[in-house]
């Protein structure tokens, strides 16, 4: 059997796909999976054994699917849903079936705060479009494959070593991230080091965050690729998170997590998945919350309640508990 699972993006997204192709290979004898992705998001599953071959789109669908007719496929898992994965299933002509995105449900949330959300994560509504072959839900989580051996001791400065708190300071949307006195406050708080992770868009804020620090912040951001990035997320000693991408490569390594919320809600179903130490922080109560699917560059209402109201004590109470 060959099956091609499509998702185009993003790098959250993507993760959030490795329970299907782990039970795919797992369930389906000799099956064949390929990946259909974007060219620039490969990177995210390069080293997982469960893929077979990948296909990459980079500007021409056409072309892509000229490729994709010659494989004659099984099976088509649409994990993305959209119009670009609807034209790739018409043109291969193969069955398929599609996620359930439950875009209604978000819109009546988010226009009307009326609640008929499905309660399930996204990873869960993935592993559903396989039900027509017999695959079953495995229970377990996310998975993440290293592309290279890395050190921390080459990595971190000796003062943060061998134990220090990941602060994933991210967030593709402004309403998705703390302010960065909010950070720092929370930073003050915890026992030991710190290490700021998050990419290069995120340098800027996090040597000013540094500044506002009392104790040992490492600014991570920028200087490491994402693979070495998640390899520093691996080796925190706990994780304290916005809702972007290395939060769910902490929860592929069953990290222990508190993620913070903001505009959006973990409903929706992007909350860390299957892990056995997570806390989410949000305030509750918000008239205004929450106030888009995806995210804002601004907050609508000017104030940013959502974010500027977060207990710092309580954050870093939650990630300094042991069980």
């Given at each position: 059997m060959k099956i091609l699972v499509i998702r185009f993006s993003s790098i959250g997204d993507i993760l959030m796909t490795t329970p299907v192709l782990r039970c795919l290979k797992s369930q389906l004898p000799d099956v064949e999976v390929h990946f259909l992705t974007k060219k620039k998001f490969h990177f995210v599953l390069q080293d997982n054994p469960h893929i077979d071959k990948f296909y990459l789109l980079e500007d021409s669908l056409g072309k892509v699917t000229d490729a994709l007719r010659?494989?004659?496929?099984?099976?088509?898992?649409?994990?993305?849903?959209?119009?670009?994965?609807?034209?790739?299933?018409?043109?291969?002509?193969?069955?398929?079936s599609a996620y359930y995105k439950a875009n209604i449900?978000?819109?009546?949330?988010?226009?009307?705060?009326?609640?008929?959300?499905?309660?399930?994560?996204?990873?869960?509504?993935?592993?559903?479009?396989?039900?027509?072959?017999?695959?079953?839900d495995d229970g377990k989580g996310l998975d993440y494959y290293f592309h290279g051996p890395y050190s921390l001791q080459e990595m971190l400065p000796a003062t943060h070593l061998p134990s220090y708190t990941g602060f994933i300071i991210g967030g593709s949307y402004f309403t998705r991230r703390m302010?960065?006195?909010?950070?720092?406050?929370?930073?003050?708080?915890?026992n030991g080091p710190v290490v700021l992770l998050g990419g290069p868009e995120d340098r800027e804020r996090g040597?000013?965050?540094?500044?506002?620090?009392?104790?040992?912040?490492?600014?991570?951001?920028?200087?490491?690729?994402?693979?070495?990035?998640?390899?520093?997320?691996?080796?925190?000693?706990?994780?304290?998170t916005h809702d972007t991408s290395l939060m769910h490569v902490a929860a592929a390594f069953d990290k222990k997590i508190v993620s913070v919320w903001g505009h959006n809600l973990p409903e929706f179903g992007n909350y860390p998945f299957r892990v056995s130490d997570s806390s989410i922080v949000g305030i509750t109560g918000l008239p205004c919350r929450p106030c888009s699917k995806n995210g804002t560059r601004t907050c609508p209402q000017k104030h940013f309640k959502c974010m500027r109201t977060i207990d710092a004590a309580y954050v870093a109470e939650l990630a300094e508990q042991t069980k």
């Open positions: 010659k494989e004659k496929y099984d099976y088509i898992a649409d994990l993305h849903h959209n119009l670009r994965s609807l034209l790739v299933k018409i043109s291969l002509r193969r069955k398929s449900e978000k819109w009546l949330m988010v226009n009307f705060k009326i609640n008929r959300l499905p309660h399930t994560h996204t990873s869960e509504r993935f592993l559903k479009t396989l039900q027509p072959l017999g695959v079953q302010p960065n006195e909010k950070i720092a406050a929370i930073i003050d708080r915890l040597q000013a965050i540094g500044q506002l620090t009392k104790g040992s912040t490492f600014n991570a951001c920028g200087l490491f690729s994402f693979d070495q990035s998640a390899f520093l997320v691996k080796n925190a000693r706990h994780i304290i």
